[in-house]
């Protein structure tokens, strides 16, 4: 069974860019998350997805991150402005979507904001 | 809100010993508690999960146990190896399917 997929693996930017992430959870799994790993500490959860609608995104700082999961499948998740402050590892899970559920999780894309 | 502590930070050991790691959080109302690892630059492996009715589950060397009436757990490594070098994860799960994750403890073996 194909894990999760996530690219790119790295990406650095320069402040006030734009970037995105995508992802591709495993085949079947209603449930995607986002997570913000910044280094040293673990990860965050940004948003949550069951299927193609938003469960939980009440720490996604809407005012400059975009979430979306077109179709229930792939997401995509976006940053614009870049701030400094947001250079972590961005880590993607999957889960069947039962609760309670396991979650798998992909290499993660390493952003630096310089 | 749910808070996670894990302790050591950062331990190292030479080969060969058992040793413990530590978490605590602060809301005993969780579905599971589990461990994952983390090697630099990869995602994050599940370990062991311990459903919140478990008191322990074992794979291999490792062996995690869960009181949760005293918001603690903790991660049994016997006869450590260098390939154990990592960071260790501790994640409590809440009926959101929220996981709560501690901020990891980075673990050293010596050979």
């Known amino acids: 069974e194909a894990g999760v997929a996530q690219s790119p693996r790295y990406k650095i930017i320069e402040k006030r860019q734009s970037v995105a992430f995508w992802c591709n959870p495993i085949?079947?799994?209603?449930?995607l998350y986002w997570y913000q790993q910044i280094l040293g500490q673990g990860p965050k959860l940004l948003i949550q997805f069951q299927n193609n609608g938003v469960v939980d995104d009440s720490q996604l700082p809407k005012d400059r991150f975009s979430a979306e999961r077109l179709k229930g499948v792939d997401s995509t998740l976006k940053i614009q402005p870049a701030k400094l402050e947001d250079s972590a590892v961005y880590l993607c899970?999957?889960?069947?979507?039962?609760?309670?559920?396991?979650?798998?999780f992909g290499p993660g894309t390493r952003l630096t904001v310089l | 809100k749910q808070e996670v502590t894990q302790i050591p930070a950062a331990l190292s050991v030479p080969e060969g010993e058992n040793l413990v790691l530590n978490c605590s959080f602060t809301?005993?109302?969780?579905?599971?508690l589990q461990w994952f690892r983390q090697d630099p630059g990869k995602g994050l492996t599940s370990l062991l999960l311990?459903?919140?009715?478990?008191r322990e589950q074992t794979s291999g060397r490792l062996n995690a146990s869960l009181d949760k009436s005293s918001g603690r757990s903790t991660l049994y490594i016997a006869a450590s190896q260098p390939g154990d070098s990592a960071t260790y994860l501790c994640?409590?799960?809440?009926?959101?399917?929220?996981?709560?994750f501690g901020t990891g403890t980075r673990l050293t073996v010596i050979p």
């Open positions: 085949s079947g799994h209603a449930t």
């Open positions: 809301d005993s109302a969780i579905y599971n």
């Open positions: 311990i459903q919140s009715s478990q």
């Open positions: 899970a999957s889960s069947p979507g039962a609760v309670p559920d396991t979650q798998y």
């Open positions: 994640a409590v799960q809440t009926g959101a399917n929220n996981l709560f």
